[in-house]
């Protein structure tokens, strides 16, 4: 008896140590917009799911996994960073849901006020956010925020990344209306849209290699830069290397043939380049985690996000 007794309170000590290990099965998130703006995530993370050292967040309906990488100007991986090896965070992202995937806004639309997006990621109960598209500095191409339809101006000057009500991501390469018809004639029902770009990985697999300045993205130019691809039924990588304005080490940055290499080497076939340079930030547990030695802070107009679906107010 002494021994169950025993066996009882180990038991009880495990589920108080680990809070989040947590069954899946979670209702999605209802609620997309509010006043035609996009609604905040109701649940806020549970501080004791953020795995130490910024490794990222687990709680049963979420997972979240962080990991930093060093990479030579060739696109080889190397062991330790030195000055001109660029550090790289690879960020594996897992949802139970769709709803979980979500956009939120400097302020409402069309406002083009902007702001830090640890402020965003702090008012939407965000997990994990990341920068967008700025969508907000332009007039032109198609955006959609957590279904809702912002504006609609195709326009071929750069690619469309569409992200449907199951996650899935589609892209328009160039965006056009016709593309565009075509997806909502096959039944797609579009919850985000970026237009930025562009997807750094053709449809043959290989990685991208010309490039022009119409996107207006610095293809040539060293920097800090960040991807987000679909590497699975509702998993997604995105990566985010450093640039030239840090200064533990004086990181290289990349172009964006060589992001599109790297891309490659980490076995995406898919990789859509998103607002890059200072724009470039990643918050986890309410903070800035990438390029902690850059002092530059820069406002923007809207960002990525993941919820939890786990209840905890």
């Not at 802070?297 to 996000?305: A, T």
Request: proline share 6%; aromatic share 10%; net charge negative.
């Amino acid at each position: 008896m002494k021994h169950l007794s025993r066996i009882l309170l180990m038991l009880l000590a495990l589920a108080i140590a680990l809070p989040c290990a947590a069954e899946t099965g979670y209702a999605p998130i209802d609620t997309w917009l509010v006043n035609k703006q996009p609604a905040p995530a109701p649940y806020k993370p549970n501080p004791d799911c953020y795995l130490p050292d910024n490794a990222g967040y687990e709680d049963g309906s979420l997972s979240i996994r962080v990991e930093t990488t060093y990479w030579t100007d060739d696109i080889k991986q190397v062991e330790t960073q030195t000055d001109g090896v660029t550090a790289v965070m690879a960020i594996r992202v897992k949802l139970s849901d769709p709803t979980q995937f979500r956009t939120a806004l400097a302020s409402p639309y069309p406002s083009k006020q902007i702001s830090r997006v640890e402020q965003m990621a702090a008012r939407n109960n965000a997990v994990l956010a990341i920068n967008g598209d700025f969508f907000n500095h332009h007039d032109s191409g198609i955006a959609y925020r957590n279904g809702r339809k912002m504006r609609f101006n195709a326009n071929n000057l750069r690619e469309l990344l569409i992200i449907d009500d199951q996650g899935d991501f589609h892209y328009l390469r160039p965006t056009s209306k016709k593309g565009w018809d075509a997806f909502e004639a096959a039944g797609g029902v579009a919850l985000h849209t970026y237009w930025f770009g562009p997807n750094l990985i053709l449809e043959n697999g290989e990685p991208m290699t010309t490039f022009t300045n119409n996107e207006n993205n610095g293809p040539w130019m060293k920097a800090q830069r960040m991807v987000i691809g679909q590497v699975g039924k509702l998993e997604y990588l995105i990566l985010c290397c450093e640039g030239p304005e840090s200064t533990d080490y004086k990181d290289q940055g990349f172009t964006l043939a060589q992001m599109a290499k790297l891309c490659v080497a980490f076995g995406m076939d898919n990789a859509y380049n998103l607002d890059g340079g200072s724009s470039t930030t990643v918050v986890l547990n309410g903070q800035k985690i990438n390029s902690p030695s850059n002092p530059k802070r820069r406002e923007v107009g809207d960002c990525i996000y993941f919820a939890t679906l786990v209840p905890n107010n």
